[in-house]
């Protein structure tokens, strides 16, 4: 069960989603309600959709096995038991907000592999982790 912090954290997440989006000339759509999939539907100048799922942190993890450098674990699930993958029938990309350092990962939801948790190392400029090359991946949108 979500607490009312981490809910309030969640919208603004999506917030910050929505205007980053914005600049990047993006038009954005979001459904009333919370009981959907996605979290809004990004929509890019070629008139091409995207189901957008949002996720967030501002907890940077310390790795001990990673010579102290640290990372964001997010998880990646879906629905009110937290145990179920977002499935990628329904949710195209997933949008992740590092707020502390003001960052966006843009994850294709394929990329995740049925994951509910990705681990990311944006502190790290050597990482090979398998989603580093994401990182502000706005691009992600212009496919037609």
């Not at 069960?1 to 917030?15: A, D, F, L, P, V």
């Not at 038009?27 to 919370?34: A, I, M, S």
């Not at 999939?37 to 799922?53: L, M």
């Not at 995740?112 to 050597?126: A, E």
């Amino acid at each position: 069960m979500m607490t009312e912090n981490t809910r309030r954290k969640g919208y603004i997440w999506e917030q910050v989603f929505f205007t980053e989006a914005l600049k990047h000339g993006l038009e954005v759509f979001t459904p009333l309600g919370d009981y959907l999939p996605q979290d809004c539907i990004v929509v890019n100048s070629a008139g091409k959709k995207f189901n957008v799922q949002i996720k967030g942190t501002s907890t940077l993890k310390i790795c001990k096995k990673n010579k102290g450098i640290g990372r964001y674990q997010i998880n990646c699930t879906s629905g009110s038991s937290g145990l179920t993958a977002i499935d990628c029938t329904k949710v195209n990309v997933v949008a992740v907000y590092c707020a502390d350092i003001d960052l966006w990962y843009l994850i294709p939801c394929m990329a995740l592999d049925g994951s509910t948790v990705v681990g990311l190392y944006p502190h790290n400029p050597n990482s090979k982790a398998k989603h580093e090359k994401y990182r502000e991946n706005w691009e992600i949108f212009k496919t037609a």
